[in-house]
């Protein structure tokens, strides 16, 4: 992946924020997005940086984007519904699995105290680690992202972005009691489910959001 040159002139910053502002308001206010600390972070963080060179100018489009090694940027709106899903306050400890472009990274960044991500592709791990360097709110680590990342837990929210076939036991047992996840389930590409999940001592609560289709939650063999 060759990532969009971050050292942006000023026409081409003004002409990506107008792209913003139209995504925003087309995509995501019009489809029932309301909380201010997402969209206040979806304006804040210029998804043009996040993406390959060559897809730049598609970078505020409706749409998933190749990143590479298989894996995609996930469609704005979806990166939304998502993060409102959590129902963040500004002081959580989030756990996010598949940092992918590292976007979705951003966006949670700007909204809460402390991120930890996981990536299993260590070319996308090396590449985020530089890219999302600014963010001191935010840890990365380069392993299996199916055990979760016991070492920080318990986390008050889960986000991940990648589907496995079935709600993997480390992410219960590393959310907190009362904490909320989001997680899509469902075989490769098809038959997916976006799912809320809260936690309640040891009854847990599937909320299903919407149907979607992500890229595998990859394993280490």
């Excluded at 997916?192 to 939650?217: A, E, M, N, W």
Aim: charged share 25%; aromatic share 8%.
């Amino acid at each position: 992946m060759i990532r969009a040159n971050k050292n942006t002139k000023s026409s081409d910053i003004q002409k990506y924020q107008l792209l913003r502002d139209n995504m925003i308001q087309n995509q995501i206010i019009s489809r029932g997005i309301k909380d201010k600390k997402v969209l206040d972070a979806l304006r804040k963080v210029p998804r043009d940086i996040f993406v390959d060179e060559a897809y730049k100018n598609s970078a505020y489009e409706d749409r998933p984007l190749p990143i590479g090694f298989g894996q995609t940027i996930s469609q704005p709106y979806i990166v939304a519904l998502m993060t409102e899903s959590l129902e963040l306050t500004g002081n959580e400890k989030v756990l996010e699995i598949g940092t992918g472009s590292g976007y979705q990274v951003a966006v949670l960044a700007a909204i809460t105290k402390e991120v930890y991500t996981v990536e299993i592709i260590t070319s996308l791990y090396k590449e985020n680690k530089e890219l999302l360097k600014k963010y001191k709110n935010v840890k990365m680590s380069n392993h299996d992202g199916y055990l979760g990342w016991e070492k920080y837990a318990p986390y008050d929210r889960i986000i991940v972005t990648a589907a496995p076939d079935h709600i993997p036991q480390p992410y219960i047992e590393q959310l907190k009691d009362g904490g909320i996840m989001v997680i899509p389930v469902g075989p490769s590409s098809w038959g997916q489910t976006l799912y809320k999940v809260i936690k309640h001592g040891t009854r847990i609560k599937k909320i299903g959001l919407c149907d979607v289709s992500f890229v595998p939650l990859t394993r280490r063999n």
